[in-house]
């Protein structure tokens, strides 16, 4: 990519960089770094903050006292997706800081699902 644009604003003293640019630059700048990220859409991006939680509960507590749920009837589904034909990491330029950088995609995918399920009172359901 540098190298193309490089080549789009090429003068007599423009030069390409080397093979070894990328990480000959990151030495000298310690404030950013290279990670793997993981992949991860935007839904559930937004549905991780603390304030969608703190939403979420709010809603379920006013659900459960609107409808008189008693607690053992309170049932949390865990999926696990497994995305057909995206990679697991690609490797990103970032923060330094940053440990765990994301790279989002539209969520357009076919999916595989694994269900775990477990109520408030420590039942399970058995696959």
Known sequence: ?????LRKRATATTTIPGQHWITRFLDR???????????????????????????????????????????????????????????KKGKVVCGARRWNPRIRHSGNREWVTLMETISATGKVLAP
């Open 29 to 87: 700048h310690a404030t950013i770094a290279c990670r793997f990220a993981g992949r991860s859409d935007q839904e559930r991006e937004v549905a991780g903050r603390p304030e969608g939680i703190q939403s979420f509960f709010n809603r379920l507590g006013e659900v459960r006292s609107r409808y008189h749920i008693p607690v053992e009837d309170v049932w949390n589904a865990d999926e696990k997706g497994f995305a057909l034909g995206v990679a």
């Open 1 to 5: 990519m540098v190298a193309g644009l």
